[in-house]
C-alpha cells in the first residue's frame, strides 16, 4: 500500500508538472497567434494553442477526479452543451433566437466546436470559483455545493461577454433573431450562458466525490494554473483593438464602428475575466 501511495503521488506530480509545461507552451503559441495573425505561421500558433489547451483540460481534470470523473465532467459537458445549444437555435431557449453561420459539421444546428467551448472553459471557470469561494478548493461542502456552481456559472459566462460581440457583428460566425443591446447581442445570450454553465455545474457537484483525487491537487501550484492562463486569455482583446481595422458593421437597424466594438471587449474583459482571476489569484497566495 506504501508503494502504491508513493507511485500515485509521483503520478501527481509528474502530470502537474506536465500541466505547467503545457501551460508555457500555450503562452508562448497564444502569443504568436496574436502577432502573426492572418499568416500561415499565425495559424499553426492558433493549433498550437487550441491543442494545449485541450490537452491541459484533460490532464488537469485527471488529476481531480481521476480519468473516469473526468469523462463523467466532459460527457455531462457535452450534452448539457449541446441539449440547450440545439433547444436555443430550434426554440429560442436558453440563449434567445439564433444561428449560426460557421463552416463545418452542424448536427441540429449546433458547431462541434461550440460545444468544445463549454467543455473547455467550464473547467476554467469551475476551478477558479473554488479558488475563490473554498478554503481548500480540493473540498466542496455545506454551502459550497449551492454557491461554487452559482459564482462558476458568472465566471463561465464572463469569458463569452467580450466574445460574443465580436463574433455576432464583425465576424458575422452567429445571427440573432432579435438582436440585442450588447453590440447586438440580447440579454438572453448572457442569461443563457449563466444557466447552462449553472446546470453542468450543479449537476457535477453532486457526483464528484464519487471521484477521489490524486494528492498533487492539494498544492497551491495545481489551482494557479489555470487562474494565471484565465487572467492572461484577455491579452487577445488588447492586440485586437490595437490592430482593429476602419470603418462600420450594420447589423438591422444599427451601425457600429468596428474599433469600437474591439475597444468595448477589452473594457469588458477587465472586469468579466481579469477581475475574478485575480481573486483567485490572491486566495490561493493569501492562504
Not at 477526479?65 to 440547450?84: D, E, Q, R, S
Not at 436558453?94 to 467543455?119: C, D, E, M, R, W
Not at 472553459?121 to 461542502?141: C, E, K, M
Not at 433573431?177 to 448572457?190: E, K
Amino acid at each position: 500500500m506504501i508503494d502504491k501511495a508513493k507511485a500515485s503521488a509521483r503520478d501527481g506530480s509528474m502530470r502537474l508538472r506536465i500541466c505547467w509545461a503545457m501551460g508555457t507552451i500555450w503562452f508562448v503559441s497564444f502569443l504568436l497567434s496574436q502577432l502573426m495573425a492572418g499568416t500561415g505561421a499565425g495559424a499553426a500558433a492558433g493549433g498550437i494553442m487550441v491543442l494545449m489547451l485541450i490537452a491541459i483540460v484533460a490532464v488537469h481534470g485527471s488529476m481531480l477526479y481521476g480519468w473516469p470523473g473526468f469523462g463523467v465532467y466532459l460527457a455531462m459537458g457535452t450534452a448539457i452543451g449541446f441539449g440547450l445549444e440545439a433547444s436555443s437555435v430550434a426554440n429560442g431557449f436558453p440563449f434567445g433566437s439564433y444561428v449560426h453561420n460557421t463552416p463545418g459539421p452542424k448536427p441540429l444546428g449546433v458547431p462541434i466546436q461550440a460545444i468544445v467551448v463549454y467543455v473547455l472553459a467550464g473547467w476554467y471557470a469551475w476551478a477558479i470559483g473554488r479558488s475563490i469561494l473554498l478554503d481548500q478548493p480540493d473540498r466542496i461542502g455545506g454551502a459550497g455545493y449551492v454557491a461554487v456552481p452559482l459564482v462558476a456559472a458568472f465566471i463561465l459566462c464572463g469569458l463569452d461577454y467580450p466574445n460574443d460581440p465580436i463574433g455576432a457583428t464583425i465576424k458575422g460566425d452567429w445571427t440573432y433573431a432579435h438582436p440585442g443591446g450588447q453590440f447586438g447581442v440580447p440579454l438572453s445570450n448572457y442569461l443563457g450562458w449563466i444557466f447552462t454553465g449553472w446546470v453542468l455545474f450543479q449537476l457535477f457537484s453532486l457526483i464528484e466525490k464519487r471521484f477521489p483525487p490524486c494528492e498533487a491537487v492539494q498544492s497551491r501550484r495545481y489551482w494557479l494554473l489555470p487562474c494565471l492562463m484565465w487572467l492572461a486569455m484577455p491579452l487577445q482583446f488588447v492586440f485586437s483593438w490595437l490592430g482593429a481595422p476602419g470603418g462600420t458593421v450594420n447589423l438591422g437597424e444599427s451601425t457600429f464602428v468596428i474599433a469600437d466594438i474591439h475597444e468595448a471587449a477589452l473594457i469588458g474583459s477587465l472586469f468579466s475575466m481579469v477581475l475574478p482571476a485575480l481573486i483567485a489569484i490572491y486566495r490561493l497566495v493569501g492562504r
